[in-house]
């Protein structure tokens, strides 16, 4: 047990984040970092985990974030942070709550004409800072070893409440100076309760407009997760009693196998009856749900109007309402309580419901193509199994994936950032490799932004699957905007894994090119326990589901609607 006078800064931040739950933090090594990397390294009980790059390291850690609730990257000034800004934007957007934590310049040196490396060459240093506070809830700048245990708190303790980033700048002469010991972890676990007066006049007029509908349906949104509600939002619909839909960036955030469960509601290219139901319900109560340009196909499947309830992650409003200061979850399960069944919506679904017929296995000499990739994939999936589906076509094949209780399914379509999902996905497996199947399901074009990142699952001996889907291009893009810039250089993916393995690797590489050959290939990557597998699919550029044509149409069509006048 340490005492006070052994806490240095950079102690004092390792012992912050071990408070938190964090076995591990991701890190890319620069010189104003070194020192720091030193003092978090002193604490045994979280694990450093290096990566390609800084992007890459930010990914990574908000993959980490996804399976753990919150993560750390530790970059360098600058030329580091400033790569590593792309994916805490990313974090900001899916409201995960990732500190990124960045070595800084000597505190003698602000203030003075010296003019500093991985700087703009001014004397100004504080632009890292400002641009840091508009992608995090809370941005701190320590260059006092005497007020760094109160920033460090403020930062972290920021970050959980709100569920965003946090940024923590400190300078390399402060990180191995002396410091407070830590209080208790109360001190950033501890959050604001809900207002009670509050609650009850939410509960009550929520529950008011609930008895004024016959056909009521949940709509659950992509933020329950970070709002700590999955279970009251079961809770809530098994009293209502009525059909429940999620967003396609919500899918697993409601049990696909809950009998009140009717699929994936995304306007056009909604689960077949989802939107049926949807659109005959007399009202709709959203749950923490995010509505953009994406998620509403381009703004033609956007709940609004006097029929509509939004319970958000602090606050709930519906017609001539607007309550603030409360929790989901403390919300959903007061009104569970408070409510009748209204099981009209489940009748009216039992009456129209209809499945697409399972896809046929194809001969195993036959060209491979998209219907009989997913096919396959779907027999890998199991109540341990997360699928991670990067921004392109991948979503619509996922999202048609059906998971058994348990599974989860990861995208991130705020950000829509394409190459996220390789480095997301490590930081995921360093968190649970050993208690899930983790599958990755990612284009030609998307991984080739961030590919680095399978030489560190290799390094570590994370067994991922990673269906490389190779069709030539950034399809996702031709269905929206066509031209030639959507044409990419092709690799030799599974022979990249070669490259990747050097010398001790245990990484595989595979390319199908007929079902048989994804079937063995399938095969080999489950008995691959000691490093990842990556698969590569060869299938014709225009084998796309027809969902992301249809999508890609209408949100071409929002993209272009011409300047307002006037």
Known sequence: MKTEKEYTVGTYLAKRLQDIGLKHHFAVAGDYNLVLLDQLLANKEMDQVYCSNELNCGFSAEGYARANGAAAAIVTFSVGALSAFDAIGGAYAENLPVILVVGAPNSNDYGTEHLLHHTLGTHDFSYQLEMAKHITCAAVSITSAVDAPSQIDHAIRTALREKKPAYIEIACNVAALPCAAPGPASAVLSEIPSDKETLDKAVDAAAAFLATKEKPVVLIGSKLRAAGAEKEAVQLAEALGCSVAVMAAAKSFFPEEHPQFVGVYWGEVSSPGAQEIVDWSDSIICLAPLFNDYSTVGWTAM????????????????????????????????????VEKKPATMVEYERIKYKREPAKEAAPDTKLMRTELFRQVQKLITPQTTVFAETGDSWFGGVALHLPEGARFEVEMQWGHIGWSIPSVFGYAVSTSDQRRIISLTGDGSFQLTAQEVAQMIRRKLPVIIFLINNRGYTIEVEIHDGPYNNIKNWDYAGLMEVFNAEDGKGLGFKAQTGGELADAIKKALANQEGPTLIECVIDRDDCTAELISWGHLVAKANGRPPRLG
């Not at 029929?307 to 607007?322: E, F, P, S, T």
């Not at 309550?323 to 403390?330: I, K, P, Q, W």
């Open 303 to 338: 709940p609004e109007g006097p029929n509509v309830l939004i319970a958000d992650q602090k606050n709930v409003r519906m017609l001539g309402h607007d309550f603030s200061d409360l929790h989901l979850r403390d919300f959903l399960s007061a009104l569970a309580s408070k």
